[in-house]
């Protein structure tokens, strides 16, 4: 679910249309922008190719404020126009800062805003839409799917996924301002100083079982799944492939010299959890936990506790 306002490229006395933004352009629109559809520390990123494509170039751009950002806005150029969609729910903080990107749009295309209704909105008044009822219509979605037919929901942030179930959002609902709570839970996920253990799979290519894997640094708090399952943005990839087995890969070494850290061992990922000292991870969410950094000695005291059984092959 989400919400799409339309803004018309503005017209050259020519009455031609013209040129369209480049990500540049559009992030400068409101102040302390920044992109989130790749990752500026890989050595591949290429910056100025990046902010230079135009905006018809590209499929959607994910805009927010970092920090203060939890599933940002999406803004793509289609038939002559700028489309900015807002996700349902969105935090407030995503909503001020679209409706602050929609006004100024607006004055520089010195045109209108409309809705995916059809409202009209301007650069004057478009600060003024209710997104309060929007939030809560989408809070009481989740719930209603949780409620029907899911045991879990998972929405996508600037930064990571975040997954709800009825304890959860039960919580989120019966708090004084549900919105507000939403909001903090959500924005909160999206900045945990944690490393996120990204899916990683192996025999996709080959005509044998799929393996799925997780990685689990030393001294590093991290984020893995309690119980893993592909992701949403992973499916396609499998296609109509299963996973036949989880593990993840302890990787550490010397603490002195961190350069020299290796794979201590692979653990099947049921042996892992079971195993996995309570006092070492808590849930940040209906799907997640965040896992306390670990030293070498205590990796050493999982892998044995896990034992010759728990390793994977």
């Known amino acids: 679910m989400s919400i799409t306002f339309f803004v018309k490229n503005k017209k050259k006395p020519s009455g031609d249309e013209a040129p369209v933004m480049s990500v540049e352009e559009a992030l400068r629109l409101v ?8 990752d500026e520390d890989d050595e591949e990123f290429d910056a100025e190719g990046f902010y230079s494509t135009k905006l018809s ?14 599933r940002g806005l999406e803004v793509c150029y289609e038939d002559g126009a700028y489309n900015v969609c ?6 407030r903080s ?12 607006a004055l520089k295309m010195d045109g209108e805003i409309t809705s995916e209704d059809g409202e009209k909105f301007s650069a004057q008044n478009i600060e003024g839409f209710d997104f309060e009822s929007d939030i809560h219509a989408g809070l009481a979605n989740i719930k209603r799917n949780l409620e029907e037919k899911a045991v879990m929901c998972t929405i996508y942030g600037v930064r990571n996924e975040v997954s709800f179930d009825q304890k959860i959002i039960a919580h989120i609902m019966d708090a004084p301002d549900p919105a ?7 924005t909160d996920i999206q900045n945990l100083n944690a490393y996120f253990s990204d899916q990683m799979f192996s025999g996709i290519n080959e005509d044998s079982e799929i393996i799925g ?20 943005n992973n499916l396609q990839i499998l296609g109509e492939k299963e996973v036949s087995r989880w593990s993840v890969a302890i990787f550490g070494g010397d603490e002195d010299h961190c350069e020299k850290h290796d794979i201590l061992a692979t653990l099947k990922y049921e042996n892992f959890i079971q195993n996995l000292p309570k006092e070492k991870y808590e849930f940040i969410d209906a799907k997640n936990i965040i896992v306390s ?6 990796f050493d005291a999982l892998i044995a506790k896990c034992g010759k059984e728990g390793l994977a092959d």
């Not at 507000?180 to 959500?186: G, M, N, P």
């Open 180 to 186: 507000d709570e939403f909001s903090k839970f959500v």
């Open 293 to 298: 950094a670990f030293s070498k000695a205590e």
């Open 31 to 38: 102040p302390n922008l920044s992109q989130f559809n790749a």
């Open 213 to 232: 894997r997780y990685i689990l640094p030393q001294d590093i708090a991290a984020v893995l799944p309690f119980e893993p399952r592909v992701d949403y």
């Open 94 to 105: 995503d909503w001020r800062i679209a409706l602050e990107y929609l006004k100024n749009l």
């Open 86 to 91: 807002i996700g349902t729910p969105s935090t």
């Open 57 to 70: 170039e590209l499929s959607c751009l994910t805009a927010g404020a970092d920090g203060l950002s939890g």
